[in-house]
């Protein structure tokens, strides 16, 4: 077993992925905490530590992903209609030497990026955050951006990390798991209306293109030992998935 996303694994992945390869590497996978970094649970810098006691947060729908070693036919993974492209905020691509092939969909995981609050208004600001994000991923010598897929305050998404390629955003469970972050420190503050009407309306796109039930859409700490995606959009994602919710009755 290996982990992606670690730049002590460069040569091994080089010789083993190519971007758009039908071949796939094994790999069960770097999130986020990587094993290269000091914090459990999170994003890896800039985003900073847990609140105190996140350590009290037990996974409720632990995930154990077995390692993917042939090649799967892949579903739609092409970028959705509506979202802001990378290339409207990345300063660079993704190394693709050193992430997985995503192969198909099978669950989404919702996080927050844990960061002060600030105000995000224009996509000006809101693209400097993404990539200040980015920026920490790399440095942590991650592919790219660890999530797919970035809703800000004003409900738009934005694209991260190619959906063709796999995520680094829970430990271990990112084989065929989309990423999904929205923009905010949610133990501290709650997201907007547009905000969680956009996250609502996307996830529910997301499973019907990709015919994901909604018993496989997660919360960051329903798989892992962390208080993301914080406890005021945990709330609203409960209620999402509660019988008369919007997820519920995708």
Not at 120 to 138: F, K, M
Request: glycine fraction near 8%.
């Amino acid at each position: 077993m290996f982990t992606v996303d670690n730049m002590n694994r460069r040569q091994l992945l080089a010789r083993a992925i190519s971007f758009g390869s039908a071949a796939a590497a094994s790999g069960l996978l770097n999130a986020c905490g990587s094993s290269n970094t000091r914090t459990t649970g999170m994003v890896g810098k800039p985003i900073p530590p847990n609140p105190s006691g996140a350590s009290n947060y037990v996974p409720t729908h632990p995930v154990h992903v077995p390692v993917q070693t042939t090649p799967v036919a892949s579903g739609n993974l092409s970028t959705p209609s509506g979202v802001i492209p990378r290339t409207n905020w990345a300063a660079y691509g993704p190394n693709v030497r050193l992430a997985d092939p995503m192969v198909r969909v099978e669950r989404i995981t919702v996080h927050h990026d844990g960061m002060p609050p600030a105000t995000l208004r224009t996509q000006n600001a809101v693209a400097s955050r993404i990539e200040q994000i980015r920026r920490g991923h790399r440095r942590n010598g991650w592919a790219d951006i660890g999530y797919h897929y970035i809703v800000d305050p004003q409900g738009r998404v934005w694209e991260g990390r190619p959906i063709a390629l796999q995520g680094a955003h829970v430990k271990i469970a990112n084989p065929r798991n989309m990423g999904i972050l929205v923009l905010g420190n949610f133990e501290v503050e709650r997201p907007t209306e547009q905000a969680t009407s956009a996250v609502e309306r996307f996830i529910v796109e997301q499973m019907r293109l990709h015919r994901v039930p909604a018993s496989q859409i997660y919360t960051h700490r329903e798989l892992a030992a962390t208080a993301c995606p914080g406890r005021n959009l945990q709330r609203l994602m409960v209620s999402a998935r509660s019988r008369g919710g919007l997820i519920a009755n995708a």
